[in-house]
């Protein structure tokens, strides 16, 4: 079942900071969060496992919520560079599958 | 260099002709997967593999076939490719879905007419 982000957009200026949400109606393992640039493939951001843990790199961080089955991805002091589709992905089943929400467009403006 | 590579890059067919999407890794990763992703729908899961010769459905399979003969290769096959397989295609590996990402590769930009 492919889980829920929001929003579907959003537009920011350079410095401002955006949380992006990923809810799924089923028990999750982990979720996974990715970035994907216009014209690009996805690319691997950061994954968070069972257990209520926040991970971070540099300005982006996210939560995992398991009993909300929920996720969050936080991003501040936004840069142009953060621009792009943002997708999480849910792992329902231990490690087998992975299932992706339908994404959130982020634009940077100067 | 690590990597997925797809080929090719752009294809455009006739409804019916058989076609094959190539995927090759050389991370010597237990997990493949092939995505399509249709704007507003994102990333659907075609097939996924979890080792050699053990492959399972993802959520749209109806109309491709996989193999997985050997660790690194992870084919596409469209046996009668129609219109609304077109479509952007990508093959995705990853060491351990529990620990790492997927790696995905430079995605295959299908059209059948």
């Known amino acids: 079942q492919q889980p829920v982000q929001s929003p579907q957009a959003v537009i920011l200026r350079e410095g401002e900071d955006a949380v992006i949400n990923c809810s799924s109606s089923?028990?999750?393992?982990?979720v996974h969060w990715y970035r994907q640039k216009h014209g690009e493939a996805p690319v691997f951001l950061m994954i968070l496992l069972k257990g209520g843990e926040q991970k971070g790199h540099d300005k982006i961080s996210a939560s995992f919520n398991e009993k909300k089955q929920q996720s969050s991805l936080y991003l501040t002091a936004s840069q142009l560079s953060y621009s792009g589709t943002y997708f999480c992905?849910?792992?329902?089943?231990?490690?087998?599958?992975?299932?992706f929400g339908a994404g959130t467009i982020l634009r940077v403006k100067s | 260099e690590a990597q997925v590579t797809q080929n090719p890059r752009y294809l455009i067919t006739v409804t019916g002709k058989k076609l094959t999407v190539t995927c090759s890794q050389n991370m010597n990763h237990e997990y493949m997967s092939w995505y399509r992703q249709d704007p507003g729908l994102g990333l659907r899961q075609i097939y996924y593999s979890m080792n050699v010769e053990v492959t399972d459905k993802g959520d749209v399979p109806e109309g491709y076939k996989v193999s997985r003969k050997e660790k690194r290769n992870f084919p596409l096959i469209l046996e009668s490719p129609s219109p609304n397989q077109t479509s952007l295609y990508f093959c995705?590996?990853?060491?351990?879905?529990?620990?790492?990402?997927?790696?995905f590769g430079s995605g295959t930009r299908l059209t059948v007419v």
């Open positions: 992905g849910t792992d329902l089943s231990n490690g087998n599958k992975l299932v």
């Open positions: 089923k028990a999750l393992y982990s």
């Open positions: 995705a590996s990853s060491l351990s879905l529990t620990g790492d990402g997927y790696t």
